[in-house]
RNA sequence: GGCCUGGUGGCGGAGUGGUGACGCAGCGGACUGCAAAUCCGCGCACCCGAGUUCGAUUCUCGGCCAGGCCUCCA
């Protein structure tokens, strides 16, 4: 079962073939770092470390390169640096730190690269040169633009004729533009902003060279995947791949052109006791971070997701589903390592999340009823399919402990192990008595013939 | 106005030209000192209209509705 990936360049699924199945390249926007994260900002993250984990499932650790930037150049982070009275550098690593953190905790795994603005900035300004002499980018009053007459594939990933976007309605016509559809490559610094040198003065690069310049750097033309969100196929993406090519006189900038589609907030839908956070950095103090995740990767990639209260909950309790299995077979051995075909099937068909989760959910109920064989094999083929995305790799009795502290958890099982002599000795109403109290600290006793078990209700209240 | 997505049960959300995925919630039963979990079972969803077809939620056309993008903003 080969890997079908949906192409928005193509605009169909396509059969993925790395160019070098030893050398798998991907590149992904990531994010501008003056504020923390929304949760909006961590679906990309989230869906493209799903493919991430994919292909290093299937070609390897050391064969995937996964290169993701880091903007730290831009006029939101100057504002804020000018307010606080301090260097971008204060601003950006405070929020580069945290954005990693916060994704982190949402499971994503470090790409290999994580290549930034103010440190690319030669490439940047060495590639602009190239455009330049190549007749693509011209300078105008300390500005150099890209020139889009210069390169008859413009538009071409976005479908957006020439025609239509000089037609629109929001078209900025500034007095040295050659074309109205021409776009800033280098443009002079705010007064009081950062500068860098460069031949046509000195000022910052635009908001598009940065990625073309960074995907020279880190990985090199063409690369097997881009990936983002739709919102930035035009103007982004479309001017990353003008230049890109244009610069080097390319042929192919990126083999596979990914897109997730948009997470939208629910008006009134979120929990009171979610309130309206949607900062992934606050997000991840309430709810387990794993339950984020699933949250995110319960509709498919494409789709537009609503984000609410009640998906967080839901998520959540799905996850209880799975470790609750997990937990009832914690004497059972694994008899296999690998994903079961199923799930295989169904992520390798464009990372299809909801059906994969489907087949955890089976997997599951296959631990629950099967012989001994089925469990051993339904059990592994668990662990190995959920982890291949990131799920299912805590302790069940973690999961369950809701983050309690070792104070917390030596109290409860004081109390349990009371309450299960006390049934023995079929004192009910001292068992009685026990659960009330647990259930006044937020802890559910579970019974079983041979002891109790226990979890914390509600990690978020 | 242009381009592009999508409209599936109480909610979330896959999928398919012809036996109602899956999860959450709900209902009935088993189990249980109680409870939870688990197990067994239940609900008869596919925006509207026309067309193609033996048969359409699934294909075609039209309509309605929702969302996204249409340049210096990630």
């Known amino acids: ?79 804020k640096a000018q307010a606080e009275g301090v260097p971008i550098a204060t601003i ?41 002499e190549n007749r693509a980018a011209y300078a105008a009053e300390g500005h150099v633009l890209f020139n889009t007459q210069a390169f008859a594939d413009y538009g ?47 000022g910052r690069p635009g908001w598009h060279i940065e990625c073309s310049a960074m995907i020279e750097e880190a990985l090199g033309l063409p690369i097997d995947i881009h990936g983002g969100g739709v919102d930035l196929i035009f103007p982004h993406h479309e001017n990353e791949m003008a230049q890109g090519l244009c610069a080097d006189h390319a042929e192919e900038y990126a083999r596979f052109w990914m897109h997730n589609g948009f997470l939208n907030f629910g008006d009134e839908k979120m929990s009171k006791s979610l309130g309206n956070v949607v900062l992934a950095h606050d997000l991840v103090k309430q709810v387990p971070g794993e339950a984020l995740r699933w949250a995110l990767l319960v509709g498919h990639y494409r789709a537009p997701l609503e984000w609410t209260g009640d998906l967080i909950e839901q998520s959540r309790k799905s996850l209880d589903r799975l470790y609750g299995a997990l937990r009832r077979a914690q004497d059972v051995t694994s008899s296999t390592s690998e994903p079961s075909r199923k799930f295989l099937a169904a992520i390798e068909d464009d990372l299809n999340t909801p059906q994969a989760m489907a087949e955890l959910f089976a997997l599951a109920s296959e631990l629950e009823t099967g012989d001994a ?10 662990l190995a399919s959920g982890g291949l995305i990131g799920f299912l790799q805590a302790h069940p009795d ?39 109290e647990l259930t006044a600290m937020n802890v559910e006793v579970m019974d079983n013939p041979t002891g109790a078990t226990w979890r914390i209700k509600d990690p978020a209240s």
């Not at 690593?93 to 905790?105: C, F, P």
């Not at 064989?373 to 668990?382: S, Y």
């Not at 309690?404 to 068992?431: G, M, P, W």
Request: contains cysteine; positive net charge; glycine residues 6%.
């Open 156 to 202: 071409r990933l976005s479908r957006h004729p020439m025609d239509d976007m000089i037609a629109g309605a929001r078209v900025d016509i500034a007095p040295y533009k050659q074309h109205p559809a021409d776009f800033v490559l280098w443009k002079p610094s705010k007064p009081g902003d950062p500068v860098w040198d460069s031949p046509w003065g000195q």
């Open 1 to 79: 079962m080969p890997l079908t990936l949906y192409d928005t360049m193509a605009r169909e699924k396509r059969a993925f073939a790395p160019r070098d199945p030893k050398r798998v390249t991907m590149y992904v926007c990531g994010p501008t770092v003056y504020n923390y994260a929304h949760i909006g900002n961590a679906r990309p993250v989230v869906v493209f470390d799903v493919l991430f984990r994919v292909l290093r499932y299937l070609y390897g650790d050391d064969a995937v390169l996964y290169a993701a930037n880091v903007t730290d150049v831009d006029d939101k982070i100057n504002a």
């Open 398 to 436: 973690v999961w369950f402990q809701g983050g309690a502290d070792e104070d917390l958890k030596a109290r409860i099982d004081a109390l349990i192990v009371e309450r299960v002599t006390a049934r023995r000795e079929k004192d009910f109403a001292r068992a009685d008595a026990i659960r009330a």
């Open 373 to 382: 064989a089925v469990r051993a094999r339904a059990k592994g083929e668990l």
């Open 92 to 132: 950006t690593d405070r929020y580069l730190a945290a954005y990693n953190n916060d994704m982190a905790q949402l499971g994503a795994l470090r790409p290999t690269f994580q290549p930034k603005a103010t440190e690319t900035m030669d490439g940047i300004i060495a590639m602009i040169g190239r455009l330049v």
